[in-house]
């Protein structure tokens, strides 16, 4: 039986970009005799603050706190075969806690997601960002036995410090994500999205056409994960994101949105928020940029656009038809299924633990 120590930045179940990529083959993990174990820095307290305005005190607290566990974690790592370090060791500061980290360890994977040595903007904690390095995860790319991806653009840029890797993209639990989809237009329909304080604003990037289409058909609007949201004009239902209700909410949605600026960090996204709408059957459109265009086969399984114009079109298209938004839904489904499962992608999440426990 091998021994992994997980370390990563947020709880178990909660963070998206944790729960739809490694931590969702954990079960399969066990079943093949690897013992996983998981120290996240932040606690569950600290994860319901931390995107929120204010709570100044309480996150210098946990964050304090985070590096506390952090310093206990180095006494342990020893007694692991493999240490899959996800994002980062430590938020801010230098390469130190990573350089012990790697230098302990028997053997080190490294998961990166996102291109989060850009440090992109963050306004709600905007001062955090001043302290954050992009060595970090330079150090890890470096050192590590292998690295995973989530987008061909990552994979190419980590490939300049470490020739092991493998891009996996996020995926879907399709046993739980189940269509519920009747394209009807027998009632409103709802055109939602999906995402987080910090990626709501890309949201706005569409007031134009969404103020257009409100105008023109009898829609609805629902964001999920940023209860505050509001774009003046628009008629919006913005509530917060529930684990419990995730899919529920989302299962409410006739026509998903994932709009992305043009913009460097967005080349380190793998698409996730359009994989969890095309599960459920949900006809998507998506910027025309990064990796939406391995996610979406454009005029298949969704539309990829790059104009406000081509977003007005391909909205008020989908609107008028319900049998498109059947037929492109049903695709989107099978896509999923065959490249973005689960089941299609537990062997390769397998397959590099093993590769690196097995090493000499």
């Not at 998961?111 to 001043?130: C, Y």
């Not at 987080?196 to 609805?220: A, G, R």
């Amino acid at each position: 039986m091998k021994k992994i120590l997980v370390l990563c930045p947020h709880p178990e179940n909660v963070a998206p970009g944790q729960r739809l990529k490694y931590e969702q083959y954990f079960d399969h993990f066990r079943m093949n005799d690897i013992e996983v174990h998981v120290s996240p820095f932040m606690t569950l307290s600290f994860w319901n603050i931390v995107y929120k305005k204010g709570f100044l005190i309480e996150k210098i607290f946990w964050t304090l706190y985070g590096y506390l566990k952090r310093i206990i974690d180095l006494f342990r790592l020893r007694k692991y075969d493999c240490i899959y370090v996800f994002l980062w060791v430590t938020p801010f500061g230098s390469t130190f806690f990573e350089r012990i980290t790697s230098f302990i360890s028997k053997k080190l994977i490294y998961d990166i997601d996102d291109l989060v040595f850009l440090k992109p903007e963050n306004k709600i904690n905007s001062i955090a960002k001043f302290f954050k390095s992009e060595q970090k995860s330079i150090y890890l790319m470096k050192k590590s036995n292998h690295v995973i991806t989530c987008t061909p653009y990552l994979d190419e840029f980590v490939r300049k410090y470490n020739n092991n890797t493998t891009d996996i993209s996020s995926t879907i639990n399709t046993a739980i994500y189940q269509p519920v989809n009747k394209y009807t237009n027998s009632c409103a329909l709802t055109i939602g999205w999906s995402g987080s304080f910090s990626t709501s604003k890309y949201l706005k990037l569409l007031t134009t056409p969404l103020k257009k289409i409100q105008t023109k058909y009898n829609v609805k609007i629902l964001v999920i994960g940023d209860e505050t949201f509001h774009i003046d004009g628009l008629e919006i239902e913005a509530k917060h994101w529930s684990q419990k209700s995730e899919v529920s909410d989302l299962q409410r949605i006739d026509i998903g949105l994932y709009p992305l600026p043009n913009e460097k960090w967005v080349y380190g996204k793998s698409g996730l928020k359009a994989l969890q709408y095309m599960a459920l059957g949900i006809p998507t459109i998506a910027t025309k940029i990064g990796a939406n265009h391995r996610v979406i086969e454009n005029d298949v399984s969704g539309f990829l656009v790059d104009s406000y114009k081509e977003w007005e079109e391909k909205l008020s298209l989908l609107i008028e038809n319900v049998e498109l938004r059947k037929k492109m839904g049903k695709k989107a489904v099978e896509r999923v299924e065959h490249f973005y499962s689960i089941n299609a992608n537990k062997s390769a999440y397998l397959n590099v633990l093993k590769t690196v426990l097995n090493s000499k």
